[in-house]
T-cell receptor
């Protein structure tokens, strides 16, 4: 298993500003992921962030808007840039441990972002 | 990536079995079916997973049809703390979890 912490847990920001969210894991992992969960919706994968390589973004998400850093095997950051009210969501990071016998993802508690 | 479909919401009486269905008719032979749940304001939590055979752990049972086109998560004795959104996910070869809309389960006293 893994213990994942995120900072900040919540924030209220003004439009046009940027917020960097930190994700810290208590063990070394290769694969980390960032998700967005808009109000009342399911989780949407933003990008995969593997240490030592550029993040891979899903369709609809771009690096200029959501730059990601992965400096080591226990830490990652996601920046939400030039924010608008539509960016108000919960942002979650997760890590994956690869099997055998199976793969399992563990999720952080999330960062609740409100953009005014 | 196999797409999963689930009912939007379900109710279950406390102490009774909760049976949550999931359709994954386009699942490929090497894709596992995973179940996660998300209790309000928390990150998703792993429940169980399977490939072909039925599986059981301390939290739940997973029944997968022989053709693998659908599965059912069973919570044998639902409690109020089981009220959550339950997600059925088909894990692709790229190891990325794509969440569907999920089923909002309400356990009623």
């Amino acid at each position: 298993s893994a213990v994942i912490s995120q900072k900040p847990s919540r924030d209220i920001c003004q439009r046009g500003t940027s917020l960097t969210i930190q994700c810290q894991v208590d063990s070394q992992v290769t694969m980390m992921f960032w998700y967005r969960q808009q109000p009342g919706q399911s989780l949407t994968l933003i990008a995969t962030a593997n240490q030592g390589s550029e993040a891979t973004y899903e369709s609809g998400f771009v690096i200029d808007k959501f730059p990601i850093s992965r400096p080591n095997l226990t830490f990652s950051t996601l920046t939400v840039s030039n924010m608008s009210p539509e960016d108000s969501s919960i942002y979650l990071c997760s890590v994956e441990f690869e099997g055998p016998p199976y793969n399992e993802q563990f999720f952080g508690p999330g960062t609740r972002l409100t953009v005014l | 990536d196999a797409k999963t479909t689930q009912p939007t919401s379900m109710d279950c009486a406390e102490g009774r079995a909760a049976n949550l269905p999931c359709n994954h008719s386009t699942i490929s032979g090497n894709e596992y079916v995973y179940w996660y749940r998300q209790i309000h304001s928390q990150g998703p939590q792993y429940i169980i997973h399977g490939l072909k055979n039925n599986e059981t752990n301390e939290m739940a049972s997973l029944i997968i049809t022989e053709d693998r086109k659908s599965s059912t998560l069973i919570l044998p004795h639902a409690t109020l703390r089981d009220t959550a959104v339950y997600y059925c996910i088909a894990l692709n070869t790229g190891n990325q979890f794509y969440f569907g809309t999920g089923t909002s389960l309400t356990v009623i006293p």
